[in-house]
């Protein structure tokens, strides 16, 4: 059961739709004569406000619905005219299916918003065909809608901290820790854990394909791995003073105190440009003393951590420019480097384009959800229509609710949807048989009864649901025309129907759901970044001079939405019997967005050796990056059960300290350093243990 604040939103959402089908249904039945127009106006919440579960606070919420009418009032016209035949009614289903189920692209709330708006076709496009009829549908549809969004606002639930207010809040946090010893390093991960989008209530996500959500997303992202490297910083073992780290920290400082006040109030911007000129000049100051005389030139152990420091510098500026964008709606100076704000100047329908785009494929599990979805919904409407069902949409919706995205969790689901109905099929028949034609009876029982199950039925589980929904029915349908116990069979009938057309779109159509997808998508992000690795070396140890042209990281981040959508999938499912996953999901996540920043800030600076770098700290960093792309590829290859190659030969922990390397390639060495350690830890969650398969194994 569920438990907590949740169990008070839950009862708050089944008070709203009960308050809002009851006003609706009433008067329009038995003071205006209009059953259909009831029927519509009983349903329109159910679907808005049970059916299509949108986040957000109750404003919010019933601003989705508002906008959602129209789109609804055009499906329910569709079906009306598109149930003139089976094949007419199925074919609709088929597109409307997949584009409603697609338009999860566009972000949580129009995701959670398309179910609902499945139903108002479905109901639609049933038998009897009657476009006379068209008007009171539509009446009621708006009317339901309109007092579900009324009650939205009257009744409404406690609105979340937005996105920014928790950015602006763990920036506060990273501009105390930036001061040594201020704030303890797991107290510095918490606040960047608290921007993860999986904690982050839907409503609130910036998951939208615009500039301004763009830019949200990724200055989370950019904030979590500062804070996370100012808590591995003062993890540090301590190092001799050094007055440069201090005062480029105190820098980082004063800008995540401005930004964290410029996400608040929109006003008195960071300086534009500060950190980077403090950031250059401390690169020059590096450069300076470790060519200077022996004598002056500092420790080893100094320069790494200034190699640090310079990293998680990197890091706030990204903050900077993203906080920029998404306060301004773009940059307000150029944002550079351009690959990795390649966003900020494309209009927004170009934009929604590439995120539409870029989800067409088969290797998105959001296009194979549109697809298995609009499947088993054709295969619905062409069943119940071929075989003339009594109430058949009713097997439609149990595809829509029942579906899962794995064939063992549609079982699983169907097994207590079907007991459910059982029993409430066994009730209703007895009410119905008991209480006869007395209509003012199911009058009265028809509010408790909603307010019951859309109550219980989330708390209780699938089983009390389906029992309860099957009440709800039969006291609604008995007021409208004279009903039997048969009504309770008929539907029974169809959820069986509908679960069984489910069960075999779920084993015919990706059965595993984002299981075996998340290893491909993972496997191609690593193969991906992993060219990046040896380029981005070669580009800071080379000489000056001639042109160079920046590493292409697009396709890396295209790999990168794929891999994050997959793995958000897959966090939603439960894991059937037997099954198991061990990989490090979210550390070969942090391992790709490692390579794809450093690709684009290490050689930013345009600081090289007069002459190449032939030092042995440089012949150690080609050697170590040529590894790492072999060690990526065989993580990837494991990734995918295929057959590893060996495991190439360890490179040392760090470059050779016998001549003091140059701070460049100290800040390659801290780079690889770290990026080599997650992808041990990655191939130690991945690798086989004895006498087990690997990862998705499966035979050739």
């Known amino acids: 059961m569920i438990a907590g604040p949740r169990r008070a939103t839950v009862l708050r959402r089944a008070v709203r739709v009960t308050v809002a089908a009851s006003v609706g249904f009433y008067p329009l039945l038995y003071g205006a004569g209009l059953p259909v127009a009831a029927l519509y106006a009983l349903f329109a919440p159910i679907a808005m406000g049970l059916l299509s579960a949108v986040p957000g606070s109750g404003p919010q919420r019933a601003s989705v619905m508002l906008r959602a009418l129209p789109p609804a009032l055009v499906l329910a016209t569709s079906g009306t005219l598109l149930a003139v035949n089976t094949w007419a009614a199925a074919g609709g289903m088929l597109v409307i299916g997949f584009l409603l189920a697609f338009v999860a692209v566009a972000g949580p709330r129009p995701a959670a918003a398309a179910p609902g708006l499945q139903l108002f076709y479905i109901l639609a496009c049933f038998p009897p065909y009657a476009p006379g009829t068209l008007g009171e549908r539509l009446a009621g549809l708006t009317l339901g809608a309109l007092l579900l969004a009324a009650c939205e606002i009257l009744l409404p639930d406690p609105a979340a901290p937005s996105y920014r207010e928790r950015l602006a809040a763990a920036l506060d946090e990273a501009a105390r820790g930036a001061a040594p010893g201020h704030v303890p390093p797991q107290r510095l991960r918490d606040a960047g854990a608290a921007l993860r989008l999986a904690d982050v209530p839907p409503a609130e996500r910036p998951a939208g394909a615009g500039r301004t959500d763009r830019a949200l997303e990724q200055a989370g ?30 820098r980082v400082a004063e800008l995540c105190t401005a930004c964290a006040r410029f996400l608040r109030t929109g006003s008195r911007p960071p300086p534009a440009g500060a950190l980077e000129q403090a950031m250059r000049g401390f690169q020059a100051d590096r450069v300076r003393l470790a060519s200077g005389p022996p004598g002056e030139r500092l420790p080893v152990e100094v320069l790494r951590r200034q190699s640090r420091v310079l990293a998680l510098a990197e890091s706030a500026r990204m903050v900077e420019i993203t906080v920029d964008i998404a306060t301004h709606g773009g940059p307000t100076e150029p944002a550079a480097p351009r690959e990795l704000f390649w966003y900020a100047r494309l209009s927004t329908p170009r934009l929604w384009a590439r995120r539409v785009l870029g989800n067409v494929t088969f290797r998105s599990v959001l296009f194979q959800n549109a697809v298995r979805i609009a499947l088993g919904l054709a ?6 229509g071929s075989l003339d069902l009594a109430h058949g949409f009713w097997v439609l919706l149990a595809v829509l609710t029942l579906g899962r995205t794995t064939a ?70 008995a007021q409208i025309a004279p009903v039997t116990w048969r009504l309770s069979e008929a539907r029974m009938i169809d959820v069986v129907t509908g679960s069984v057309i489910g069960l075999l779109c779920g084993l015919l159509a990706w059965p595993a759901g984002a299981r075996r997808e998340v290893h491909r998508a993972m496997a191609g992000l690593l193969r991906a970044c992993a060219p990046l690795v040896p380029v981005t070396a070669q580009a800071l140890l080379g000489p000056p001079g ?80 040529t590894g790492l792309v072999a060690r990526t590829e065989r993580v990837a290859r494991l990734l995918t059960a295929q057959r590893p190659e060996p495991a190439p030969r360890t490179a040392p922990e760090s470059s050779p300290d016998r001549d003091p390397p140059s701070p460049l390639s100290v800040d390659l060495e801290v780079w690889l350093t770290s990026l080599a350690h997650q992808l041990a830890r990655i191939e130690s969650s991945v690798t086989p243990q004895p006498g087990t398969a690997p990862p998705d194994a499966r035979p050739d």
């Open 221 to 250: 992202r950019s904030a979590r791995r500062l804070l996370d490297q100012l808590a591995t910083l003062g993890e540090a073992p301590p190092v001799p003073a050094d007055s440069e780290s201090a005062a480029l920290l105190g």
């Open 379 to 384: 295969a619905a409407r062409a069943v119940a």
């Open 546 to 625: 001639g042109s160079r042209t920046p590493p292409r990281i697009r396709p890396g981040i295209h790999r990168l939405r794929l891999a994050e959508a997959a793995y958000a999938q897959l966090r939603t499912e439960t894991p059937g019997d037997g099954e198991s996953d061990r990989a490090d999901w979210h550390a070969v996540l942090i391992a790709a967005n490692h390579v794809l920043l450093g690709a684009q800030w290490l050689p930013r600076f345009g600081l090289r050796p007069a002459s190449g770098a032939t030092d042995a700290s440089a012949e150690w960093a080609r050697h170590t990056a």
């Open 408 to 477: 063992g969790a549609t079982w699983r689901a169907v097994r207590l949807a079907v007991a459910g109905n059982a029993a409430g099929a066994l009730v209703a028949g007895a009410l119905l048989i008991g209480l006869g034609p007395h209509t003012d009876v199911y009058a009265a029982l028809l509010a408790p009864v909603m307010l019951a199950a859309f109550a219980l039925g989330p708390l209780l589980g699938i089983a009390y649901a389906q029992a309860l929904f099957t009440l709800v029915v039969a006291t609604a349908f």
